[in-house]
T-cell receptor
């Protein structure tokens, strides 16, 4: 069965500082991996996705993520955060075969200090 | 633009009522999902459907059922609403293999009193 763990429930960083949000997954093969962001009162928006190929993927809003098969991880990074990045971030793993099930992690709430 | 439309943004129901949450898509995608979102628990999969009349249980199906009679519509049913089903409910759609991004509706905030 596929599963996702986001170890950090809440992270606070200062504006301009770098950011890394952790994501570990469990899946029997190479999965599809996603990061979504949910701003307060808004729906979920896709930041980036990984299917295959280059393990460093670029997304919108200056975010990137790196797939590390040996660590079953897909951590999200940003070199310099902006106050508008305050939101909740969700990592998800999707099936590549059969029914296209999509499972999410618990989410990480990001707070930005001015 | 992809449209995933949930019938209500806010809903208040009484304990024991039968509740229907509707989701309609305009993308002709095979896969449709119902999640509930609770603080600190993320999005938990209730049920999903990969074709008309086909469904699979997710991680927390107890107390819920679903219906998919037409490809574009996926309904979540709370047979007898309870206060612990107060939550935000999100519908999502996803295409078949090779078309794997999920699109979400705006959510339905359900309060059971």
């Amino acid at each position: 069965a596929q599963s996702v763990t986001q170890p950090d429930i809440h992270i606070t960083v200062s504006e301009g500082a770098s950011l890394e949000l952790r994501c570990n997954y469990s899946y029997g093969a190479t999965p599809y991996l996603f990061w979504y962001v949910q701003s307060p009162g808004q729906g979920l928006q896709l930041l980036l996705k990984y299917f295959s190929g280059d393990t460093l993927v670029q997304g919108i809003k200056g975010f990137e993520a790196e797939f590390k098969r040996s660590q079953s991880s897909f951590n999200l990074r940003k070199p310099s955060v902006h106050w508008s990045d305050a939101a909740e971030y969700f990592c998800a793993v999707g099936s590549i075969q059969g029914a296209q099930k999509l499972v999410f992690g618990q989410g990480t709430r990001l707070t930005i200090n001015p | 633009d992809v449209k995933v439309t949930q019938s209500s943004r806010y809903l208040v129901k009484r304990t024991g009522e039968k509740v229907f949450l509707e989701c309609v898509q305009d993308m002709d995608h095979e896969n449709m999902f119902w999640y509930r979102q609770d603080p600190g628990l993320g999005l938990r999969l209730i049920y999903f459907s990969y074709d008309v009349k086909m469904k699979e249980k997710g991680d927390i199906p107890e107390g819920y059922s679903v219906s998919r009679e037409k490809k574009e519509r996926f309904s979540l049913i709370l047979e007898s609403a309870s206060t612990n089903q107060t939550s935000m409910y999100l519908c999502a759609i996803r295409g078949g293999p090779g078309n794997t991004e999920a699109f979400f509706g705006q959510g339905t905030r359900l309060t059971v009193v």
